[in-house]
C-alpha cells in the first residue's frame, strides 16, 4: 500500500517533488525491477539456444503454401527475434531439406515426422500450441488467428516481450512503445502447452487498443473500422486485415440500430403502427417488435444489407438508446409471458433471426439485454443464431467502485441475477461492461480491482465475450495505455492477477519511474476505500455528478489528495532517466492537472496557469482530442477554452 514520502524538494519550475533519496528508501526500489507476469505454465521443454554471438543455427519453417497467418506469424517471429539477438532468422518453405534446428509455424510437413502432442488437440479459429520434438520448436494455431498467437505467445510468455502501447493519433508522430529484450545470447526452456481462449470476444474498448498490430500482438478483437481510422487516426492505422484474421464487421451499425433497419423517415408517415406504441401513442423511440409487416421489411433490408456486404459477421438489431419499449396488445403480452421486456425483443430478433440463417448461416444476429430488456424472459429462448449483449448500466453506472459480485445494492443484485438468468437461456452471451468516466475520461478512476472478480464471474457463468467499454473516440482516458493492457491479459487469460499485470505494465513501461507510478496507484485505492461510504451513498440516491459520471467535486479528490497525488507524480518525472518515459508520465500527470484545472483557478491557486499551459502542450502533443463522451464532437479545446476563460475572469476579480 501507500506509504508517505517525506523528503521534498523543487524542481526547477519550483514545484514540489519527492526526492529519490526518499523513494531509494522505500520499499520499492528506485530502479526498475521488472518481472515476467506472463510467464507460462506447462510443461518444461528442452534447453534450446536460438541465437549465440551474433550468430544462429536456425531457421523459420512455414508451409510451401502457406496461409496469410502463417506467412504472417512467421514474418513477425524473425522481425523481433532479429530484434532481440541482432541475428538474421530465415524463413524457408517446408520443401527444403530438413535441418535439426527449426522453428516450424503453422501445419508444416515437419509435423508428420515428429511426436508432438499439442498437434493433436482441437485449437478451434484462435487456440495455440507450442511443442518441440529434440532441437525443434514447433507453433501451431487454429483456423484463424492462432499462427499469430502462438507466435506472439512464445514471444511474450517465454521470452519477456511486450507491446505496451501505441499511439497512432498523434498529429505529429507514430510511438510504438515496446519493451523488446537485448538477448545476443538467447537460450531459453520453452514451456510446451496448448491453449484455447475461453472468451471468443476480447475486447477493451478503448481507443488506445484500436490499433491492428496491437490488437493482434495482444490477442484482441480490435473493432476498428476504416471509417473510425479516417475520423480518429492517421490513414497509416488501418483495421486488421481479413488475411490476418479480420475483425468482427457489424452491419448496419454497431449498436442501437433500430432507426436504421427501419427507418423513420421512410415509413413512419404512412405507418406509425410499425413503432413502439408508448402512452397510448405511436412514436419512433423504439420499434413495434410483433408487427408482421415490420418484420417482414426489415429481414429484406437486412438480406440486402448482408448481401452487400460479404465479409459481415454480425448483424445487430438492437433497441435504441431509451428505456421505452412498445405496449401494443402484441408485445404487452409476450412481456407479460416472460416477466419482462426482453419477451418481445427476443420474439422479433428470433423471427429476423431464422430468416437469415437459411442464406447466411455464419452470421450471428446480435442484440441488447440494456435498460429495460435487463432481465432475461422467463420463457422465449434466443435461436442458437443469436447473442445477447448484457449491458451493465443498471450497476456500474451507479457504483462504478466495487464490484457487483460483493454489493449489496438492489441494482448490483438484478444484474447479477441477469447475469446468471441469461447464461441459462443463450448460448452466446456476452457482456457490455463500463470502466470510464463518461463526463470526465481523465477523472482519476480507482476501478482495476473490479476487473478481476467481474471477469471470473462472467467466464464461469458461460459468457462468449466481453466488451469494457472506456475512452473509445480519442486517446486520454484515465491509465488507458496500462488498462488497455491489463484488460487484454485478462480477457485472453482470465486466470491472470490484475495487480500483478499492473506490476508488470508500470516497471516495464515507466522504467526507472515506477516506484513512484505505482505509489500513486496505490495512493488512488486509498482514497477510494477512504471516502468509499460517501460516493455509494451518493450513487444511491442518483444525485447530480455522481454514479460513473461523478464531478470533480468528488469527496474522493480532496486538497490532500490532490496535493499527495502531484507529488508522486512529479517525483515519477524526475525519476525518469529517458525522454520517452518523462513523455509518458506526462501523460499520467494529464489526470490530476485535470482536476485541477476543473476545481478552477479559485481552489486550485496560482499554478493554475502553468497547469493550463503543460496540459495543452501534452494534449495536442498527443492527439487527445475528446475530454468527454458528450456529444458535439471534440471536446478538449472547447475545454481548454472555458479554462482559459475562467482564468481571464479570475485575474480580473483579482
Not at 491453449?195 to 484500436?210: E, G, I, N, S
Not at 442501437?256 to 412514436?283: K, Q, S, V
Not at 437486412?302 to 431509451?322: C, G, H, K
Not at 482519476?444 to 467466464?459: A, M
Amino acid at each position: 500500500m501507500y506509504t508517505s514520502i517525506a523528503c521534498i524538494t523543487k524542481n526547477a519550475m519550483g514545484t514540489a517533488v519527492c526526492c529519490l533519496a526518499a523513494l531509494a528508501a522505500s520499499s520499492l526500489p528506485a530502479t526498475a525491477d521488472w518481472q515476467n507476469s506472463l510467464k507460462p505454465v506447462g510443461t518444461p521443454g528442452p534447453e534450446l539456444t536460438l541465437a549465440r554471438d551474433g550468430l544462429t543455427d536456425y531457421v523459420i519453417v512455414i508451409p510451401a503454401r502457406p496461409t496469410p497467418q502463417e506467412q504472417k506469424a512467421a514474418g513477425d517471429l524473425a522481425r523481433w527475434l532479429g530484434e532481440m539477438t541482432q541475428v538474421e532468422f530465415k524463413v524457408v518453405p517446408d520443401t527444403t531439406d530438413p535441418i535439426p534446428t527449426e522453428i516450424s509455424v503453422g501445419r508444416t510437413s515437419r509435423l508428420s515426422s515428429a511426436r508432438v502432442p499439442q498437434a493433436e488437440e482441437d485449437l478451434g479459429a484462435e487456440g495455440l500450441a507450442i511443442g518441440a520434438h529434440g532441437k525443434r520448436l514447433f507453433l501451431i494455431g487454429g483456423r484463424l488467428r492462432g499462427p499469430i498467437y502462438a507466435v506472439y505467445a512464445l514471444l511474450e510468455e517465454d521470452l519477456g516481450c511486450r507491446w505496451y502501447h501505441v499511439n497512432n493519433y498523434a498529429t505529429r508522430y507514430r510511438k510504438e512503445e515496446n519493451l523488446i529484450p537485448h538477448r545476443p545470447n538467447l537460450g531459453f526452456q520453452p514451456t510446451l502447452r496448448s491453449y484455447v481462449p475461453p472468451l471468443l470476444v476480447r475486447d477493451p474498448f478503448y481507443v488506445d487498443a484500436f490499433e491492428a498490430s496491437w490488437s493482434l500482438r495482444n490477442r484482441t478483437n480490435s473493432p476498428r473500422r476504416q471509417e473510425d481510422a479516417d475520423q480518429y487516426a492517421s490513414s497509416d492505422a488501418p483495421a486488421v486485415p481479413e488475411k490476418w484474421g479480420g475483425r468482427v464487421i457489424y452491419v448496419p451499425g454497431f449498436v442501437h440500430t433500430f432507426n436504421t433497419i427501419l427507418p423513420p423517415e421512410e415509413y413512419f408517415e404512412e405507418h406509425p403502427d410499425y413503432y413502439a406504441l408508448i402512452d397510448g401513442e405511436r412514436t419512433t423511440s423504439q420499434l413495434c417488435q410483433t408487427h408482421p409487416d415490420a418484420i417482414r421489411i426489415v429481414i429484406e433490408r437486412m438480406m440486402m444489407v448482408l448481401d452487400e456486404n460479404p465479409n459481415a459477421t454480425v448483424l445487430e438489431i438492437s433497441q435504441n438508446d431509451s428505456r421505452a419499449y412498445c405496449r401494443c396488445p402484441g408485445c404487452e403480452l409476450l412481456n407479460e409471458e416472460n416477466n419482462s421486456p426482453a419477451g418481445s425483443l427476443i420474439y422479433f430478433v428470433n423471427e429476423i433471426a431464422a430468416a437469415i440463417e437459411a442464406k447466411h448461416p455464419d452470421v450471428i444476429v446480435s442484440t441488447l439485454a440494456y435498460l429495460s430488456t435487463i432481465d432475461a424472459p422467463a420463457k422465449i429462448r434466443p435461436r442458437p443464431n443469436v447473442t445477447v449483449r448484457l449491458c451493465n448500466d443498471v450497476h456500474a453506472w451507479r457504483l462504478p467502485l466495487i464490484d457487483f459480485i460483493s454489493s449489496d445494492f438492489p441494482r448490483s443484485r438484478q444484474y447479477k441475477k441477469a447475469v446468471v438468468d441469461w447464461s441459462k437461456v443463450c448460448d452466446n452471451l456476452t457482456i457490455w461492461d463500463y470502466f470510464v468516466n463518461f463526463s470526465h475520461y481523465m477523472a482519476p478512476l480507482p476501478n482495476l480491482h473490479v476487473l478481476g472478480p467481474s471477469v471470473d464471474f462472467y467466464v464461469k457463468h458461460n459468457v462468449k465475450g466481453i466488451m469494457f467499454q472506456g475512452a473509445f473516440q480519442s486517446p486520454g482516458g484515465e491509465r488507458a495505455a496500462m488498462r488497455s493492457w491489463v484488460m487484454a491479459k485478462l480477457l485472453w487469460d482470465p486466470s491472470r492477477d490484475v495487480e500483478t499485470l499492473m506490476n508488470d505494465f508500470a516497471w516495464g513501461y515507466y522504467q526507472n519511474a515506477a516506484p513512484a507510478i505505482l505509489r500513486y496507484y496505490d495512493l488512488l485505492e486509498e482514497t477510494r476505500t477512504r471516502h468509499l461510504p460517501e460516493v455509494i451513498e451518493r450513487g444511491r440516491q442518483d444525485l447530480p455528478d455522481s454514479g460513473i459520471r461523478y464531478g470533480m467535486n468528488s469527496p474522493m479528490f480532496s486538497k490532500e489528495f490532490v496535493t499527495e497525488a502531484t507529488k508522486l507524480l512529479e517525483a515519477a518525472w524526475t525519476s525518469a532517466d529517458t525522454d520517452t518515459v518523462r513523455l509518458r508520465v506526462e501523460v499520467a500527470q494529464l489526470p490530476i492537472m485535470y482536476v485541477k484545472l476543473m476545481q478552477g483557478p479559485e481552489i486550485t491557486g496560482a499554478e493554475y496557469a502553468e497547469i493550463l499551459d503543460k496540459f495543452t502542450r501534452v494534449t495536442r502533443r498527443e492527439g487527445i482530442n475528446y475530454v468527454s463522451d458528450q456529444g458535439g464532437g471534440p471536446d478538449t479545446e472547447k475545454k481548454i477554452e472555458m479554462w482559459r476563460e475562467a482564468l481571464s475572469e479570475q485575474s480580473v476579480l483579482h
